[in-house]
Nanobody, 121 residues
Framework: VQLQASGGGLVQAGGSLRLSCTASGSIGRINDMGWYRQAPGKRRELVATLDFDSGSTNYADSVKARFTMSEDNNKNTAYLQMTSLEPEDTAVYYC???????????????WGQGTLVTVSS
């Protein structure tokens, strides 16, 4: 199973970006996906999570009302729409998935490689 994160880039403060995370390979059933970020010199922190069954989302306080997480279950893809970006949002953004492997009922955590978001002031 591979998770491919994309959509990062350089944007000015106040701008927007949309990140995508697609699961491929022997992915079975996705229970939930999440976005995390790690700024230079800081610990990795949770940004948002989405439950694929209920559609419920959870956001870090720092991004509420600015970021929106959504999914396309048919494409095994989650999105993170980021608006009103601030320099403090600069980080490598990682996605993860809590899912099964095809023909295996056990659940595993998978991580993508990260995509860099840089917000200039």
């Amino acid at each position: 199973v591979q998770l491919q994160a994309s959509g990062g880039g350089l944007v000015q403060a106040g701008g927007s970006l949309r990140l995508s995370c697609t699961a491929s390979g022997s992915i079975g059933r996705i229970n939930d996906m999440g976005w995390y970020r790690q700024a230079p010199g800081k610990r990795r922190e949770l940004v948002a999570t989405l439950d694929f069954d209920s559609g419920s989302t959870n956001y870090a306080d720092s991004v509420k009302a600015r970021f929106t997480m959504s999914e396309d279950n048919n494409k095994n893809t989650a999105y993170l729409q980021m608006t009103s970006l601030e320099p403090e949002d600069t980080a490598v953004y990682y996605c993860n998935a809590h899912a099964t492997i095809r023909d295996d009922p056990h659940e595993f955590w998978f991580w993508g490689q990260g995509t860099l978001v840089t917000v200039s002031s």
